[in-house]
C-alpha cells in the first residue's frame, strides 16, 4: 500500500493567520487530493494538486482562500488562508496510484485545526 | 452531484454480534467503495465492489450491492471492540470522473 505522511497533526490558529499543511507521499501515488471535514460531517473534495501547475479546485473553493501547490510528484502543500472559526474542520491529503476510481484512494492521518 | 447517504448515522452493538450500514446513492456508477475512519484520522481503504458485481467478501466484511436500487450494505461479522469506528460509502461518477464522493457515514460503537 502507498504510504502518505501529513503534518501537522493538528494546531490551534488564530482568526486571521493562516497555516499550510504538508503531505508527502511515496513514489506510488500519482494523483493526490485534498479534502476537508467538518465536524461530524462527511469529506468534501477541496481540490486535485497538480504537479507543477494551478491546482484544480471543486466548488465552493477558490484559490485565494486555499492555495496549494505540488513541486513535484511526491510532495503538496495545502495553506487555510485568513482563517476563521468557520475553517475548523479536519484537513486530509489523500492519493491514487492511478487515475482511475477503481483504484483506492489513500490518505494522510489528517490535520485537525481549530481556530479561535 | 450525487453522493452517498449512509443509515443507520450512528450504531451501538454487543460484541459479538453483526453490524449492518446500509449507503444508498442517486446515479449510476462504475464502482462503490467503502472506507473506515478511526477517531476523526485518516480513512483507510476496507473494499471496493464493482458494478457489475452483487455480493463481496473480505475476512469479516461483506459487501451487498443492488444498482436497480442504488443501495449497498456493508456487513460486519463477528464484531469487536476494534471494529469501533465511522464507515463511509463513496462513489464515482459513470462518466468517467476521477473523483469519488463520500456519503456522511455511520458512527458505529462496539461495546465490549
Known amino acids: 500500500s502507498a504510504v502518505i505522511s501529513q503534518k501537522p497533526s493538528r494546531d490551534i490558529c488564530q482568526r486571521g493567520t493562516s497555516l499550510t499543511i504538508q503531505c508527502q507521499v511515496d513514489s506510488q501515488v500519482t494523483m493526490m487530493f485534498w479534502y476537508r471535514q467538518q465536524p461530524g460531517q462527511s469529506l468534501t473534495l477541496i481540490a486535485t494538486a497538480n504537479q507543477g501547475s494551478e491546482a484544480t479546485y471543486e466548488s465552493g473553493f477558490v484559490i485565494d482562500k486555499f492555495p496549494i501547490s505540488r513541486p513535484n510528484l511526491t510532495f503538496s502543500t495545502l495553506t487555510v488562508s485568513n482563517m476563521s472559526p468557520e475553517d475548523s474542520s479536519i484537513y486530509l491529503c489523500?492519493?491514487?496510484?492511478?487515475?482511475?476510481?477503481?483504484?483506492?484512494?489513500?490518505f494522510g492521518s489528517g490535520t485537525q485545526l481549530s481556530v479561535l | 452531484s450525487q453522493q452517498g447517504e449512509e443509515d443507520p448515522q450512528a450504531l451501538s452493538i454487543q460484541e459479538g454480534e453483526n453490524a449492518t450500514m446500509n449507503c444508498s446513492y442517486k446515479?449510476?456508477?462504475?464502482?462503490l467503495q467503502w472506507y473506515r475512519q478511526n477517531s476523526g484520522r485518516g480513512l483507510v481503504h476496507l473494499i471496493l465492489i464493482r458494478s457489475n458485481e452483487r455480493e463481496k467478501h473480505s475476512g469479516r466484511l461483506r459487501v451487498t450491492l443492488d444498482t436497480s436500487k442504488k443501495s449497498s450494505s456493508l456487513l460486519i461479522t463477528a464484531s469487536r471492540a476494534a471494529d469501533t469506528a465511522s464507515y463511509f460509502c463513496a462513489t464515482d461518477g459513470w462518466a468517467g470522473s476521477y473523483q469519488l464522493t463520500f456519503g456522511k457515514g455511520t458512527k458505529l460503537s462496539v461495546i465490549p
Open positions: 446515479t449510476s456508477i462504475n464502482n
Open positions: 489523500s492519493g491514487r496510484r492511478g487515475g482511475a476510481t477503481n483504484e483506492k484512494l489513500f
